[in-house]
DNA sequence: CTTTTTTTCTATAGACCTATAGAATTCTTC
DNA sequence: GAAGAATTCTATAGGTCTATAGAAAAAAAG
């Protein structure tokens, strides 16, 4: 219960248990999936998940970091650079599109279920996911300040339609896996960008 | 279990019932709930609940036709009617915004809850809340014929970000009561009207 | 006030679920 | 290949949950 924890093999089967969780999670719900349900999954006992769990709560809560850990930090990057409003809302929403394909299960499951997590955990989480929509907002209060936007629009509706389309347009593309990541992303750009000032000009993507 | 049922004060009481249902399953979810908790909510014993329900997923059933009745009524009025595309596009907006301040706890249960129904229950709900889709998706196709919308925009991908940033914006509104409806209405229409075209004129709403 | 009907209650069967303990198995290392 | 460590298994205690049955209480009808 201490040094065999880190041991190489016991992490990896531990992400797996987590991918397990996930993808369990994602379709039942937290309250819907039973323990059974997750080890079945993942092709073991169920009273052999509670090598890699204390509880069914800390599995929820390992879901839910792995839906957004990395996701939170590419928010920091893409804030952090100096590239015009333009770029960085299209890097946002790059970022959170890609997420939504590649980490869909525990993204959703952070969506749908963290309000199930003790008090703590969700505060912890929380830091993360709201210091998203933070910086969300402030990107598009430097779009105001840089005269990208037109001066009455209100960041923080404008940060949480981000994340309202972004969030419908994912389910679409979890929905139908052959659909172009790339012009949709283009499509929300434009839609956001024009949605909220009069005119706009087409401008380059960083990546992807 | 014949001729009571349709008595008044059965059907009243059944209602609150369903009000109940609706409060506490959007509260902890479906299967987060238990019948003690909605019984207690309505101020019954729990094996009292099934007076009025045969199961607690009836109850899950009435709760989600609840959300949804006469809002998809609604949006079948506003396509009928001979408006602009314009007009149409923010009568759907208030009424989905509307419904959201009302019935919110149902409409939540009917979003996030509803594929725990049995198959056969769901698809009868489906045909009211994809015809709504549906119908969006018309106005916007008839809001492109009429030249008021470029012309290659997706009428799917449109429709889609509308009900996405209605609902975001709709947790707004449940979140802080004193927020203007009628601001928020018009932000909205703005944001998407401006989205899907290049210029706009602004225009009068309906009604509310 | 008595009878009938409607509504609520109590009590419980039967199922399932989480978490733990200790045995069995598989993997490592020497 | 024997000793020790890591991983998985079986079995189960103790809890909660749904749904039902029949008694009790409240309301309506005669």
Redesign the interface.
Known sequence: MSAHTESHKYQQQRLQAIRSAAAVFAE?????SSTRDIAEHMGIKQGSLYYYFKSKEEALGEVCLFGIEDYADHMKVIAASDQSFESKLMATITSHLSSYRERNEALKVYN?ERL?LPEEKRRNLKVLGSGYRQLLEEIFEEGVRSGALRGSI?C??AA??V???????G??IVRDPDLDLFD?IQ?CT???I??????RTIERPIDQ
């Open positions: 039942k719900g937290f309250h819907g749908d199930y209100d923080h509706f949480q339609a994340i309202g389309i972004c969030n419908a347009w389910d679409l949709i499509k434009d839609l956001l024009n949605g909220f000032r009069e005119r």
